[in-house]
């Protein structure tokens, strides 16, 4: 049971590069998310995805764009790299249709940024 | 915003001591949930408890909700427990799981 799974695991991007990170989940959730965590740091929401079609913005949305790209995958795009974006991003599903339930979450996306 | 404070920051045990992690929040919330950070970064479920008390072996959890707050109890505790445990809320309304500021706990052989 693979759960949520996240692409790539490292990344190292120079100031000023764009990418993409990808999230995919098989528990056929409605809701996914994207986290951000800086070292030593508790984590903050970026954008969620109530449910296929939707997004909205979380704590710190500056600097991203997120696609809820059908209902198992959920992107999120840095397009113009920064220092400052540096840390470890976590993408997670819940299922219920109301949102809410039981959050479930990849192992991680090491993104430095030189 | 909700408000999601834990405490204590740090804590810092001998191997086989019993502690208590508290989480309190500062509105209403409908959903809330209990991990733990390894050392490794992984976030590891341990209780989906928006009401109640719930055990799975050492480790305990409540949540007395009119009063804002949910308590995790680790007895017993061993070295594997070491990391950072977090709690994590959704206020009515919203689909919003925010986190609070996690308590790091190292367990000492």
């Known amino acids: 049971n693979a759960g949520v799974t996240q692409t790539p695991k490292f990344q190292v991007l120079k100031t000023g590069q764009s990418m993409t990170l990808q999230c995919a989940q098989d528990?056929?959730?409605?809701?996914m998310y994207w986290y951000r965590q800086d070292p030593g740091m508790g984590l903050r929401l970026i954008y969620y995805s109530a449910s296929e079609g939707t997004t909205d913005k979380g704590e710190v949305p500056n600097g991203y764009n997120v696609s809820r790209l059908n209902k198992r995958e959920f992107s999120l795009r840095l397009e113009s790299a920064a220092p400052s974006q540096t840390s470890v991003y976590f993408c997670?599903?819940?299922?219920?249709?109301?949102?809410?339930?039981?959050?479930?979450f990849g192992e991680g996306s090491r993104l430095t940024v030189l | 915003g909700i408000q999601v404070e834990q405490s204590p920051p740090d804590l810092i045990l001998q191997e086989g001591a019993n502690s208590t992690l508290r989480c309190n929040f500062s509105?209403?919330?409908?959903?809330l949930q209990w991990f733990h950070q390894n050392p490794w970064g992984q976030l590891i479920n341990l209780f989906y408890?928006?009401?109640g008390t719930k055990q799975n072996g050492r480790l305990s959890a409540t949540t007395v909700a009119t009063e804002r707050y949910s308590l995790l109890y680790i007895s017993s505790s061993q070295t594997t427990d070491s990391g950072v445990y977090f709690c994590?809320?959704?206020?009515?309304?919203?689909?919003?799981?925010?986190f609070g500021t996690g308590t790091r706990l190292k367990v000492l052989a």
């Open positions: 408890i928006p009401s």
């Open positions: 997670a599903s819940t299922g219920p249709p109301g949102g809410g339930g039981e959050l479930f």
């Open positions: 528990m056929n959730h409605n809701s």
């Open positions: 994590a809320v959704t206020t009515s309304g919203t689909y919003k799981y925010i």
């Open positions: 509105d209403s919330v409908n959903n």
